[in-house]
């Protein structure tokens, strides 16, 4: 059983696309989160959702629009694509106050 | 603010020869120390985890780590490493009291036979 799953795992699009990802998670958690994981491997938070409230929205573009339906769902989708939006997309949850993040698989976003 | 410093990028050894993955981490709050480790092609999954308790914390696979408050590091450690070790280690904090993981930059753990 997979704990918390992403689609698509590849994603190629070409500039100026609107494109979306989605997550779902199986373990009951109430908090959602996306990174991003740049060429380098670096990974930073995007944003966190808590019972399907917005809690954490780094320095993101606004062309970056998480939508959590319900607390199992957390989609992502971005506007104007750029190539600089080439990147790995995680998807990830916990439970508040357990600290421990589960991460899916991962979206591998390639913009040309 | 939070940041996270891994001081090797790249750490080739050989098989069963010991490695030590090297972990700083910068913080005005106080913090939990979490490692995550990536396989190639795979999303990251948690190594092991300091939240509180014995500073030396250990995962199934043979790794452990040591929480140090006094030089503020959380080394990873492992005595004899394995070709399946292969794979980016990466060492990370969340602050007390807020839920989003502060990561460092990876370092690339490279097993030769």
């Known amino acids: 059983d997979t704990a918390v799953s992403q689609t698509p795992k590849y994603l190629v699009t070409q500039m100026g696309n609107d494109k979306s990802i989605k997550c779902e998670q199986n373990?009951?958690?109430?908090?959602m989160y996306w990174y991003k994981q740049d060429s380098k491997k670096f990974l930073k938070i995007m944003f966190s959702?808590?019972?399907?409230?917005?809690?954490i929205n780094e320095t993101v573009p606004n062309r970056f629009s998480p939508k959590s339906p319900d607390k199992a769902h957390l989609n992502l989708h971005i506007n104007s694509l750029e190539l600089g939006d080439s990147a790995v997309y995680f998807c990830?949850?916990?439970?508040?106050?357990?600290?421990?993040?589960?991460f899916g698989p991962g979206t591998r976003l390639t913009v040309t | 603010a939070q940041s996270v410093t891994q001081l090797d990028s790249q750490v080739p050894v050989f098989e069963e020869a010991p490695v030590e993955l090297r972990c700083n981490y910068s913080?005005?709050?106080?913090?939990?120390l979490f490692w995550y480790v990536q396989y190639p092609n795979q999303g990251l999954q948690l190594l092991l985890k300091?939240?509180?308790?014995?500073?030396l914390v250990e995962s199934i696979n043979g790794f452990e780590a040591e929480f140090n408050k006094s030089q503020t590091s959380f080394h990873l450690r492992k005595p004899s490493v394995h070709i399946s070790d292969t794979a980016e280690y990466f060492c990370?904090?969340?602050?007390?009291?807020?839920?989003?993981?502060?990561f460092g930059q990876g370092t690339r753990l490279t097993i030769n036979p």
């Open positions: 373990l009951g958690h109430d908090t």
């Open positions: 913080s005005s709050v106080s913090v939990y």
């Open positions: 959702y808590n019972n399907k409230e917005l809690i």
């Open positions: 990830a949850s916990s439970q508040v106050q357990t600290y421990e993040q589960y």
């Open positions: 300091y939240l509180s308790g014995s500073t």
């Open positions: 990370a904090v969340i602050p007390r009291g807020a839920q989003k993981l502060v």
